[in-house]
Protein backbone atom coordinates (compact mmCIF):
# COMPACT_ATOMS: atom_id res chain seq x y z
CA UNK A 1 0.00 0.00 0.00
CA UNK A 2 1.15 3.20 -0.68
CA UNK A 3 2.00 5.89 1.95
CA UNK A 4 1.89 8.90 -0.20
CA UNK A 5 -0.98 11.23 -0.05
CA UNK A 6 -2.72 9.92 -2.84
CA UNK A 7 -3.90 13.48 -4.35
CA UNK A 8 -0.57 13.75 -4.78
CA UNK A 9 -0.52 12.13 -8.13
CA UNK A 10 3.49 12.40 -9.19
CA UNK A 11 4.53 11.43 -5.59
CA UNK A 12 2.47 8.76 -5.22
CA UNK A 13 3.00 7.21 -9.19
CA UNK A 14 7.11 7.62 -8.23
CA UNK A 15 5.67 5.12 -4.85
CA UNK A 16 4.61 2.70 -7.24
CA UNK A 17 7.17 2.54 -9.79
CA UNK A 18 9.38 1.89 -6.72
CA UNK A 19 7.24 -0.83 -5.12
CA UNK A 20 6.96 -2.15 -9.14
CA UNK A 21 10.08 -2.57 -9.10
CA UNK A 22 10.79 -4.42 -6.36
CA UNK A 23 8.28 -7.18 -7.18
CA UNK A 24 4.76 -5.70 -6.29
CA UNK A 25 1.71 -6.90 -8.23
CA UNK A 26 -1.42 -4.90 -6.87
CA UNK A 27 -1.03 -1.72 -5.15
CA UNK A 28 -3.44 -0.51 -2.78
CA UNK A 29 -3.60 3.71 -2.21
CA UNK A 30 -6.10 5.39 0.58
CA UNK A 31 -8.97 7.32 -0.58
CA UNK A 32 -9.49 9.29 2.69
CA UNK A 33 -10.68 12.73 1.01
CA UNK A 34 -12.32 13.87 -2.43
CA UNK A 35 -8.77 15.11 -3.60
CA UNK A 36 -7.83 11.57 -3.36
CA UNK A 37 -10.68 10.56 -5.31
CA UNK A 38 -10.20 13.20 -7.68
CA UNK A 39 -6.57 11.80 -7.99
CA UNK A 40 -7.70 8.22 -8.98
CA UNK A 41 -8.29 8.39 -12.82
CA UNK A 42 -4.45 9.90 -13.30
CA UNK A 43 -3.11 7.65 -11.35
CA UNK A 44 -4.98 4.52 -12.66
CA UNK A 45 -4.22 5.80 -15.93
CA UNK A 46 -0.44 5.74 -15.57
CA UNK A 47 0.66 2.99 -13.16
CA UNK A 48 1.90 0.36 -14.66
CA UNK A 49 0.32 -2.55 -11.81
CA UNK A 50 -3.58 -2.46 -11.12
CA UNK A 51 -4.47 0.15 -8.58
CA UNK A 52 -7.05 -0.77 -5.56
CA UNK A 53 -9.05 2.40 -3.92
CA UNK A 54 -9.29 2.02 -0.04
CA UNK A 55 -12.23 3.36 0.96
CA UNK A 56 -12.75 4.00 4.50
CA UNK A 57 -15.89 6.64 5.94
CA UNK A 58 -16.82 7.85 2.49
CA UNK A 59 -19.50 5.53 0.14
CA UNK A 60 -19.50 7.93 -2.76
CA UNK A 61 -15.94 7.89 -3.09
CA UNK A 62 -16.72 4.10 -4.20
CA UNK A 63 -18.08 5.54 -7.18
CA UNK A 64 -15.29 7.78 -7.97
CA UNK A 65 -13.00 5.01 -7.51
CA UNK A 66 -14.84 2.24 -10.09
CA UNK A 67 -15.21 5.32 -12.61
CA UNK A 68 -11.73 6.45 -12.10
CA UNK A 69 -10.59 2.64 -13.74
CA UNK A 70 -9.78 1.39 -9.91
CA UNK A 71 -9.09 -2.40 -10.46
CA UNK A 72 -10.91 -3.34 -7.23
CA UNK A 73 -12.33 -1.19 -4.51
CA UNK A 74 -11.46 -2.21 -1.07
CA UNK A 75 -14.59 -1.19 1.50
CA UNK A 76 -14.58 -1.52 5.37
CA UNK A 77 -18.52 -1.68 6.02
CA UNK A 78 -17.98 -1.26 10.14
CA UNK A 79 -16.09 1.98 8.81
CA UNK A 80 -18.85 3.29 6.17
CA UNK A 81 -21.61 4.90 8.00
CA UNK A 82 -25.16 4.62 6.08
CA UNK A 83 -22.96 1.83 4.38
CA UNK A 84 -26.31 -0.33 4.01
CA UNK A 85 -28.34 1.94 2.45
CA UNK A 86 -25.51 2.53 -0.57
CA UNK A 87 -24.68 -1.54 -0.52
CA UNK A 88 -27.63 -1.71 -3.72
CA UNK A 89 -26.08 0.93 -5.91
CA UNK A 90 -22.37 0.15 -4.83
CA UNK A 91 -23.07 -3.97 -6.14
CA UNK A 92 -25.23 -2.47 -9.35
CA UNK A 93 -22.16 0.11 -10.29
CA UNK A 94 -19.28 -2.16 -9.64
CA UNK A 95 -21.01 -5.38 -11.24
CA UNK A 96 -21.54 -2.79 -14.34
CA UNK A 97 -17.85 -1.93 -14.80
CA UNK A 98 -16.74 -5.76 -13.69
CA UNK A 99 -15.00 -4.67 -10.70
CA UNK A 100 -14.49 -6.44 -7.69
CA UNK A 101 -15.67 -5.66 -3.97
CA UNK A 102 -12.56 -6.19 -1.53
CA UNK A 103 -14.27 -6.98 2.05
CA UNK A 104 -11.60 -5.50 4.46
CA UNK A 105 -12.27 -7.19 8.66
CA UNK A 106 -9.51 -5.19 10.68
CA UNK A 107 -9.46 -6.24 14.18
CA UNK A 108 -9.23 -2.77 14.93
CA UNK A 109 -12.56 -1.66 13.00
CA UNK A 110 -14.85 -4.41 14.28
CA UNK A 111 -18.27 -4.16 14.40
CA UNK A 112 -19.21 -2.98 17.68
CA UNK A 113 -22.31 -5.82 17.99
CA UNK A 114 -19.66 -8.18 17.40
CA UNK A 115 -16.98 -6.74 19.81
CA UNK A 116 -20.05 -7.37 22.27
CA UNK A 117 -21.04 -10.65 21.00
CA UNK A 118 -17.13 -12.18 21.26
CA UNK A 119 -15.42 -9.69 23.78
CA UNK A 120 -12.93 -8.95 21.37
CA UNK A 121 -11.66 -9.60 18.03
CA UNK A 122 -11.85 -13.58 17.74
CA UNK A 123 -11.33 -15.10 14.65
CA UNK A 124 -14.81 -16.26 14.44
CA UNK A 125 -15.70 -12.46 14.85
CA UNK A 126 -13.76 -11.52 12.12
CA UNK A 127 -14.99 -14.17 9.61
CA UNK A 128 -18.84 -13.85 10.97
CA UNK A 129 -18.17 -9.57 9.98
CA UNK A 130 -16.70 -10.64 6.92
CA UNK A 131 -19.49 -13.04 5.47
CA UNK A 132 -22.68 -10.60 7.25
CA UNK A 133 -20.67 -8.03 5.14
CA UNK A 134 -20.60 -10.35 1.84
CA UNK A 135 -24.23 -10.92 2.40
CA UNK A 136 -25.20 -7.44 1.75
CA UNK A 137 -23.52 -7.77 -1.72
CA UNK A 138 -25.39 -11.21 -1.92
CA UNK A 139 -28.31 -10.16 -1.60
CA UNK A 140 -28.50 -7.77 -4.41
CA UNK A 141 -26.60 -10.77 -6.32
CA UNK A 142 -23.47 -9.21 -6.31
CA UNK A 143 -20.41 -12.29 -5.55
CA UNK A 144 -17.42 -10.40 -7.53
CA UNK A 145 -15.52 -10.59 -3.90
CA UNK A 146 -12.55 -10.70 -2.53
CA UNK A 147 -11.99 -10.85 1.39
CA UNK A 148 -9.23 -10.07 4.39
CA UNK A 149 -9.70 -10.55 7.67
CA UNK A 150 -6.61 -8.96 9.66
CA UNK A 151 -5.10 -9.35 12.90
CA UNK A 152 -1.94 -7.83 14.96
CA UNK A 153 -1.66 -11.57 16.06
CA UNK A 154 -0.52 -14.33 13.36
CA UNK A 155 -1.97 -17.36 15.01
CA UNK A 156 -5.80 -15.51 15.04
CA UNK A 157 -4.75 -14.62 11.57
CA UNK A 158 -4.67 -18.42 10.45
CA UNK A 159 -7.37 -19.50 12.23
CA UNK A 160 -9.62 -16.58 11.05
CA UNK A 161 -8.27 -17.63 7.47
CA UNK A 162 -8.80 -21.66 7.77
CA UNK A 163 -12.66 -20.83 9.06
CA UNK A 164 -13.15 -18.75 5.99
CA UNK A 165 -11.85 -21.32 3.99
CA UNK A 166 -13.76 -23.73 5.25
CA UNK A 167 -16.82 -21.29 5.50
CA UNK A 168 -16.97 -19.26 1.67
CA UNK A 169 -15.15 -20.07 -1.98
CA UNK A 170 -14.15 -16.35 -2.25
CA UNK A 171 -10.84 -15.35 -3.32
CA UNK A 172 -8.85 -14.49 0.07
CA UNK A 173 -6.24 -11.65 0.52
CA UNK A 174 -3.90 -12.66 3.41
CA UNK A 175 -2.41 -10.01 6.20
CA UNK A 176 -0.82 -9.72 9.35
CA UNK A 177 -2.12 -5.94 9.97
CA UNK A 178 0.18 -4.10 12.31
CA UNK A 179 2.51 -6.23 12.39
CA UNK A 180 4.99 -3.99 13.89
CA UNK A 181 8.73 -2.96 12.93
CA UNK A 182 10.26 -4.59 9.55
CA UNK A 183 12.16 -7.54 11.76
CA UNK A 184 9.19 -8.25 13.36
CA UNK A 185 6.63 -7.97 11.58
CA UNK A 186 7.95 -9.54 8.75
CA UNK A 187 8.65 -12.59 10.52
CA UNK A 188 4.70 -12.38 12.02
CA UNK A 189 3.86 -12.80 8.23
CA UNK A 190 5.86 -15.19 7.24
CA UNK A 191 4.50 -17.21 9.87
CA UNK A 192 1.01 -16.90 9.25
CA UNK A 193 1.25 -16.66 5.33
CA UNK A 194 3.46 -19.59 5.27
CA UNK A 195 1.36 -22.02 7.32
CA UNK A 196 -1.46 -20.56 5.37
CA UNK A 197 0.08 -20.80 2.16
CA UNK A 198 1.21 -24.13 2.45
CA UNK A 199 -2.70 -25.18 3.21
CA UNK A 200 -4.02 -23.78 0.06
CA UNK A 201 -5.52 -20.77 1.63
CA UNK A 202 -4.86 -17.13 0.39
CA UNK A 203 -4.49 -15.66 -2.97
CA UNK A 204 -3.13 -12.52 -2.70
CA UNK A 205 -0.87 -10.59 -0.02
CA UNK A 206 0.21 -7.75 2.03
CA UNK A 207 3.06 -7.30 4.69
CA UNK A 208 2.23 -4.32 6.74
CA UNK A 209 5.16 -3.39 8.15
CA UNK A 210 6.68 0.20 9.47
CA UNK A 211 8.69 0.89 6.86
CA UNK A 212 8.55 1.69 3.77
CA UNK A 213 6.28 0.11 1.24
CA UNK A 214 9.59 -1.10 -0.94
CA UNK A 215 10.57 -2.92 2.32
CA UNK A 216 7.11 -4.64 3.08
CA UNK A 217 7.16 -5.96 -0.54
CA UNK A 218 10.33 -7.22 -0.58
CA UNK A 219 9.39 -9.14 2.88
CA UNK A 220 6.37 -10.30 0.68
CA UNK A 221 8.36 -11.35 -2.27
CA UNK A 222 10.47 -13.60 -0.04
CA UNK A 223 8.22 -14.92 1.83
CA UNK A 224 6.90 -16.33 -1.73
CA UNK A 225 10.08 -17.19 -2.83
CA UNK A 226 10.69 -19.05 -0.05
CA UNK A 227 7.68 -21.00 -0.64
CA UNK A 228 8.30 -22.04 -3.94
CA UNK A 229 5.41 -19.61 -5.01
CA UNK A 230 7.42 -17.17 -6.76
CA UNK A 231 10.60 -17.57 -8.71
CA UNK A 232 13.79 -16.67 -6.99
CA UNK A 233 15.67 -12.98 -8.18
CA UNK A 234 18.94 -13.50 -6.11
CA UNK A 235 19.34 -15.88 -3.40
CA UNK A 236 22.46 -15.32 -0.84
CA UNK A 237 23.09 -18.72 1.59
CA UNK A 238 24.97 -16.94 4.49
CA UNK A 239 26.83 -18.58 7.55
CA UNK A 240 26.10 -17.18 10.10
CA UNK A 241 29.50 -17.15 11.60
CA UNK A 242 30.65 -19.18 14.72
CA UNK A 243 34.18 -19.88 16.87
CA UNK A 244 35.86 -20.93 13.03
CA UNK A 245 35.15 -17.61 12.20
CA UNK A 246 38.30 -16.14 10.11
CA UNK A 247 36.22 -12.99 8.25
CA UNK A 248 33.55 -10.75 9.53
CA UNK A 249 31.01 -12.26 7.75
CA UNK A 250 27.92 -10.29 8.51
CA UNK A 251 29.71 -6.84 7.06
CA UNK A 252 30.79 -9.30 4.23
CA UNK A 253 26.80 -10.56 4.20
CA UNK A 254 25.28 -6.74 4.06
CA UNK A 255 28.38 -5.96 1.31
CA UNK A 256 27.18 -8.19 -1.25
CA UNK A 257 23.57 -7.90 -0.64
CA UNK A 258 23.83 -4.35 -1.15
CA UNK A 259 26.23 -4.80 -4.37
CA UNK A 260 23.52 -7.30 -6.08
CA UNK A 261 20.87 -5.12 -5.32
CA UNK A 262 18.53 -4.80 -8.16
CA UNK A 263 20.66 -7.17 -10.23
CA UNK A 264 18.35 -8.62 -13.06
CA UNK A 265 19.55 -12.21 -12.89
CA UNK A 266 18.44 -15.28 -10.73
CA UNK A 267 21.55 -16.30 -8.86
CA UNK A 268 22.25 -18.20 -6.25
CA UNK A 269 25.05 -16.73 -4.38
CA UNK A 270 27.13 -18.61 -0.99
CA UNK A 271 29.03 -16.44 1.44
CA UNK A 272 30.82 -18.75 3.97
CA UNK A 273 32.87 -17.87 6.76
CA UNK A 274 35.45 -20.86 6.66
CA UNK A 275 36.31 -24.00 5.02
CA UNK A 276 34.23 -26.11 7.51
CA UNK A 277 31.04 -25.87 5.28
CA UNK A 278 32.75 -23.00 3.00
CA UNK A 279 33.58 -24.99 -0.04
CA UNK A 280 30.37 -27.55 -0.10
CA UNK A 281 27.85 -24.59 -0.22
CA UNK A 282 29.97 -22.56 -2.44
CA UNK A 283 30.03 -25.41 -4.97
CA UNK A 284 26.35 -25.69 -4.52
CA UNK A 285 25.60 -22.28 -5.63
CA UNK A 286 25.81 -20.23 -8.68
CA UNK A 287 28.65 -18.47 -7.18
CA UNK A 288 30.22 -18.42 -3.99
CA UNK A 289 32.97 -17.66 -1.65
CA UNK A 290 34.84 -19.67 0.53
CA UNK A 291 36.90 -17.55 3.30
CA UNK A 292 40.18 -18.28 5.29
CA UNK A 293 43.21 -16.21 6.35
CA UNK A 294 42.06 -13.17 5.18
CA UNK A 295 41.29 -14.60 1.51
CA UNK A 296 38.33 -15.78 0.01
CA UNK A 297 38.28 -18.52 -2.55
CA UNK A 298 35.23 -18.31 -5.77
CA UNK A 299 33.53 -20.32 -6.82
CA UNK A 300 31.82 -20.68 -9.99
CA UNK A 301 29.50 -23.13 -10.59
CA UNK A 302 31.11 -25.66 -8.21
CA UNK A 303 34.77 -24.74 -9.52
CA UNK A 304 37.12 -22.16 -7.80
CA UNK A 305 38.25 -19.85 -10.01
CA UNK A 306 39.78 -17.50 -7.99
CA UNK A 307 41.74 -16.78 -4.58
CA UNK A 308 41.50 -13.26 -3.52
CA UNK A 309 42.18 -10.99 -0.84
CA UNK A 310 38.79 -10.46 1.95
CA UNK A 311 38.82 -6.88 0.48
CA UNK A 312 38.48 -7.94 -3.26
CA UNK A 313 35.36 -10.39 -2.69
CA UNK A 314 32.72 -8.08 -3.31
CA UNK A 315 34.26 -7.00 -6.52
CA UNK A 316 35.36 -10.95 -8.07
CA UNK A 317 31.66 -11.98 -7.19
CA UNK A 318 30.35 -9.06 -8.85
CA UNK A 319 32.49 -9.55 -11.76
CA UNK A 320 31.90 -13.16 -12.01
CA UNK A 321 27.85 -12.50 -11.74
CA UNK A 322 28.35 -10.20 -14.55
CA UNK A 323 30.30 -12.82 -17.05
CA UNK A 324 27.84 -15.37 -15.78
CA UNK A 325 24.97 -12.96 -16.83
CA UNK A 326 26.61 -12.43 -20.92
CA UNK A 327 27.48 -16.37 -20.42
CA UNK A 328 31.16 -15.56 -20.82
CA UNK A 329 34.14 -17.40 -19.22
CA UNK A 330 36.64 -16.29 -16.74
CA UNK A 331 39.79 -15.58 -18.22
FE1 LIG B 1 31.13 -21.31 11.40
FE2 LIG B 1 32.46 -21.84 9.15
FE3 LIG B 1 29.92 -22.68 9.41
FE4 LIG B 1 30.42 -20.11 9.07
S1 LIG B 1 30.88 -21.76 7.59
S2 LIG B 1 29.05 -20.99 10.61
S3 LIG B 1 32.32 -19.85 10.18
S4 LIG B 1 31.66 -23.35 10.61
Not at 150 to 157: E, F, G, I
Not at 203 to 221: F, H, I, N, Y
Not at 296 to 324: C, K, S
Amino acid sequence: MTTTNTADVDATLQQIAEVTAAGCDIIRVAVPSADDANALPAITKKSPIPVIADIHFQPRYVFAAIDAGCAAVRVNPGNIKRFDDRVGEIAAAAAEAGVPIRIGVNAGSLDSRLLIKYGKATPEALVESALWEASLFEDYGFTDIKIAVKHHDPLTVVAANRLLAEQCDYPLHLGVTEAGPAFQGAIKSAVAFGILLSEGIGDTLRVSLSAPPVEQVKAGCHILQSLGLRPRRLEIVSCPGCGRLQVDIHRLATQVEAAFEGFPHPLRIAVMGCVVNGPGEAREADLGVSCGNGKGQIFRHGQVIATVPEARIVGALLDEALNLAEGTETA
